[in-house]
């Protein structure tokens, strides 16, 4: 009896989750905070080898969808860009002998999507269009010990890089969750992928004074960082919204 008691109270609470009250003709107007996750919980999710990611400023972005038929909502979305800090243990050659601070500000992401949702459940799939503005980047490499490998060679030198992304539009997919009461206020989560990311421009490379370094292992240390995706125009989404009629 208490297996039963408790199997239907899973089920009560998962409810609001699965079922959906959707209804053609409403407009969602919602409000994106995701930048504000990523200041929060941004370092328990980088990858391993980042010892830091600070968020030193974030805007909220918006969305605006129209639930077309009860399974079908077309959205157009607008993500300020962010002022990042990434810092790691980094290195040019195959060795990593010295530390790298990235500091990026990543361009406005924009898109619209249609999102197909799944019967009644509130999960959904997309395909869309997604346009990237241009990212900035600004490193700061400094050596660890006498030395830093460039290329082939080892120089007495720590290095400041400047380079940017490319503004692109590409095809996307799309895959969340949209929580989407008849009136009132509604919960979202989500990610719009780009089909290809952006190229990067040359990057600019300023070793110490007087420090020569061979043409190149120049051309090693620039070609290394253009390869480099520090940072990616992958949409996420999460917030909250107010359904219309």
Known sequence: MRLRSVSLAMVAATAPLTAQERTAGAVLLQVDVAGLFIRLAGNAL??????????RRWRPGLTVAYQWRQQVQVAVYVKPGLHLLLEERYGFGDVKDGRAAVDHVTGAIM????????RSTGFYGGLG????R???YDLVFRRDGATMRAGTRDYPTDLVASWSSRSRTTPSMSAGYSMTPRRGLGLFAGV???MGFPRQSPATL??????????ADQRAVASAIERELFYGPVAFHLGFGLSVR
Request: charged share 25%; hydrophobic share 40%; net charge negative.
């Open 46 to 55: 980088a990858d391993a080898s980042v010892d830091r990611l600070t968020v």
């Open 206 to 215: 300023r070793f110490d004074p007087g420090i020569p370094v061979d043409p």
């Open 129 to 132: 269009l997604h346009h990237a």
């Open 111 to 118: 898109g619209a999507e249609a999102r197909f949702f799944v």
């Open 134 to 136: 241009p990212t900035r």
């Open 192 to 194: 719009s992928v780009p």
